[in-house]
């Protein structure tokens, strides 16, 4: 009985001994799966940074190329506007070569193409007139800068323009200059930074 308990005390003693001795045995254990899992991540984060760093690369060199387009266009924009003036200024000078006291007629008629050569140039261009006299005053379209009292028209009618007004599309490029009619008010001149409205708030 006592010989049985001293062999199984020596086997114990035997494992302990080899666990003590053999310290590989550590590294034969399974890894840490969490360990393992941050190496994925950061295997991940550093594949998306390189991507990262690859798009914003092609980003600058596409913003780059398009400023250069941009700049260029610009610098340009103005060229087919110019040949168009360039061609009316020629019909200018051919009619200013023209005898104006000995054919008044053929001056006429020159300076009357020339109009119609740059009223198709800004018709191209989207430029159209504003429509003002016999037209309600309206401040977005016209500038008063006169208003007289006529009481045989309606009031706030645009009685005279003293220069005409253009739209370049669906915006005011210029607005009419006109005299507006008032009834209950003398004629009186008004300074060119006023318009209507000014005159109805004051009243």
């Known amino acids: 009985m006592k010989d049985n308990n001293e062999k199984d005390h020596e086997i114990e003693l035997d494992l302990s001994d080899d666990d003590l001795e053999n310290n590989d045995t550590i590294e034969l254990s ?12 950061c295997e991940k984060s550093s594949d998306l940074l390189d991507r990262l760093q690859r798009l914003q690369a092609e980003f600058d060199n596409y913003r780059k190329r398009m400023d250069a387009r941009f700049s260029e266009a ?14 009316i200024y020629d019909n200018i000078l051919r009619a200013l070569e023209l005898d104006f006291a ?5 001056a006429r008629t020159g300076i009357s193409a020339i109009e119609q050569q740059i009223s198709k140039v800004l018709s191209m261009e ?5 429509d003002s006299i016999g037209k309600e005053f309206d401040p977005y379209y016209q500038h008063a800068v006169q208003r007289m009292n006529d009481p045989e028209k309606p ?12 739209m370049l599309k669906e915006k005011v490029l210029r607005p009419a ?4 009619n ?12 006023e318009n ?6 004051g009243e």
């Open 126 to 130: 989207g430029v159209r007139p504003i």
């Open 155 to 166: 009031d706030g009618i645009i009685l005279k323009e003293y220069q005409r007004g253009y």
């Open 196 to 201: 209507l409205d000014d005159e109805k708030s």
């Open 74 to 87: 610009a610098k340009f924009a103005s060229e087919e506007i110019l040949l168009k003036v360039l061609g």
């Open 30 to 41: 399974p890894e840490d799966p969490l360990l393992s899992q941050i190496d994925e991540e």
């Open 182 to 193: 008032r009834h209950d008010v003398p004629a009186v001149k008004i300074s060119a930074e």
């Open 177 to 180: 200059v006109v005299c507006v």
């Open 102 to 106: 000995n054919d008044p007629h053929a």
